[in-house]
């Protein structure tokens, strides 16, 4: 199991939003719906075996994690469009501590990067951290930001984290994802 | 300059589509912005010294193809609406054989993929190629195609094209275009 998370520092939390404006009003909802396609589309399949996980971190509050699971996942198309769709109807589903699905393969909870980040062991994807293809093992979980850099609190929270970086130029969130995981598909040939 | 010309086997050729729906009435127009998006974003930046084409060949027809000339681009955004939305004004605009000028970097003539191979030399990506790390010079140029296979007259048309492969799994065009640019970037170091 591959696991990536991406924080979306404006993404809103509630479903108050329109699907027609997601880099507006829904605070930069296309980077983390490209993030998603770029997690789990294959030419004609899905990579069953990732999980991606989203933190959202906009207005109104409290912040929520929304789980896309690869094994489970159902009606997920590459267009951002319907991915918004996806995201949309989970932030409309009430929700507590705990993950609740609101369509096949996607959850949410509340909570953000603080508790994500007690559960998985990530890495950081960062245009400073060692080149992964020089890299040894690599960790199965690697955590990106949108595109917004980490705020003084995430960077506290992840300080200790090993960073990867996917090449010498600094790329956004998809593209760093769609990378790192050819390197994967590489490595398990 | 890296050139990069996607085949849109059923995109739309005139402007009588919604941004709404990309994927259904657009006849897929979703893949070839996500093409875009690929051949030109970097973090906070775009790639100036890319050429993308869009070769229509969807309903009404005649064929057509769009240029996007990053040295010129302007209004590009990341979201695929907004792409969506300046082929869209580039499809709205009557055309003749030589290219036109819709908005900045964004350009429309009639023909297809015919012309284009006959003005630049390119590889074919293709999942049957052989391995971008271990090619030796790269050519400038790539083709690749959408969701489709290339069909028979396209077989043709490119059977004495050398064909690259990005890696050992089969990806969606968009994600092709971003391992090979990594590969780029890597060898301009």
């Known amino acids: 199991m591959t696991v990536f998370a991406v924080v979306g520092h404006r993404a809103r939390t509630d479903a108050s939003w329109t699907l027609n404006d997601m880099p507006g009003g829904a605070g930069r909802m296309d980077v983390l ?7 789990f589309f294959l030419s004609h399949d899905l990579r069953r075996d990732v999980a991606c996980y989203l933190v ?20 997920l198309n590459p267009d951002e469009r319907s991915t918004g769709s996806l995201i949309k109807k989970a932030l409309a589903l009430p929700c507590g501590p705990e993950f609740r699905e609101s369509t096949p393969g996607v959850s949410v ?9 007690a559960e ?5 994807l960062d245009e400073n951290g060692a ?17 917004l850099n980490l705020d003084d609190d995430e960077r506290v929270l992840t300080a200790d984290l090993p960073c990867i970086s996917v090449g010498p130029r600094s790329l956004h969130a998809d ?4 990378v790192l995981l050819n390197e994967l598909d590489r490595r398990q040939q």
Not at 33 to 39: D, E, F, L, P, T
């Open 56 to 75: 959202l971190r906009g207005e109104p509050g409290p912040g929520k994690t929304l789980r896309f699971t690869g094994d489970r996942l159902r009606y």
């Open 33 to 39: 719906c490209r993030a998603v396609n770029a997690a």
């Open 131 to 147: 080149d992964v293809r020089g890299a040894g093992q690599l960790p199965c979980a690697f955590l990106v930001s949108d595109h």
């Open 175 to 178: 593209h760093a994802i769609t």
């Open 120 to 124: 998985h062991e990530f890495a950081l």
């Open 109 to 117: 909870r509340e909570g953000g990067l603080a508790r994500l980040l």
